[in-house]
Structures are given as structure tokens and as C-alpha cells.
């Protein structure tokens, strides 16, 4: 069974780079036509997709975040990173990494870590 573990810190000060790690077991983050993807939820809100890398390291961000989003992968270490730079208040959230298979024009969540809070404030 795949599962996912997100890592990092829990407090970030404004204007400074977040930075999230999702170490993957149970499967490997090659896999075809898999999408390793970052999501969050800000308080009292709903989910808000940030971007995703495939199994062959293409990426793709929401047109919000794209500015200030980057994730990359470490093959080696069957993992995946995202990166927020610039950040203020308003990016507290609680950050999920998921998995997707990409499927017949559509895309299909099976594995979610359990979240990390990461609360951005000075």
C-alpha cells in the first residue's frame, strides 16, 4: 500500500520560502501515468489544488500559485518537494501531498498523507 508522509517546518515567516518534502513508500513515484501532487487548506476553507509532478518529472501549477510555486522530485529518495516562495499570512494552511492516476482524461486521488500544518507569521 502506497503511503505518503509530509515534512518540514510548521511556522515560516513572512516573505520567506516554504518548503515541503512528501516522502512516498509502498510504490515509486516513476510509476506511469502516476501525478504527485500538493494540496492545501486554509482555515475554514476548501481544498485548493497547488500543482503537480508526473511520473516522468513534467510539472503543472494552478495559474494562482504559478508564480510562486515550484516542485521538483528526488528519484533517489522516492520523494517529492515543493517550494512557496514569497509567502504571507494568507498561505497558512494545513498542505497535503496526494497521489493521482492519471486516467482517461481525469484524474483520480487514491493516496493522501496526513497533512501538515504550516502556519505563516513573523
Known amino acids: 500500500q502506497v503511503q505518503l508522509q509530509e515534512s518540514g517546518p510548521g511556522l515560516v515567516k513572512p516573505s520567506q520560502t516554504l518548503s515541503l518534502t512528501c516522502a512516498v513508500s509502498?510504490?515509486?513515484?516513476?510509476?506511469?501515468?502516476?501525478?504527485w501532487s500538493w494540496i492545501r487548506q486554509p482555515p475554514g476553507k476548501g481544498l485548493e489544488w497547488m500543482g503537480h509532478?508526473?511520473?516522468?518529472?513534467?510539472?503543472g501549477y494552478s495559474p494562482s500559485l504559478k508564480s510562486r510555486t515550484s516542485i521538483s522530485r528526488d528519484t533517489s529518495k522516492n520523494q517529492f518537494t515543493l517550494q512557496l516562495s514569497s509567502v504571507t499570512p494568507e498561505d497558512t494552511s494545513v498542505y497535503y501531498c496526494?497521489?493521482?492516476?492519471?486516467?482517461?482524461?481525469?484524474?483520480?486521488?487514491?493516496?493522501w498523507g496526513q497533512g501538515t500544518q504550516v502556519t505563516v507569521s513573523s
Open positions: 496526494a497521489s493521482a492516476l492519471y486516467y482517461s482524461g481525469s484524474y483520480y486521488y487514491g493516496y
Open positions: 509532478i508526473s511520473y516522468s518529472g513534467t510539472t
Open positions: 509502498g510504490g515509486s513515484i516513476r510509476t506511469t501515468y502516476y501525478y
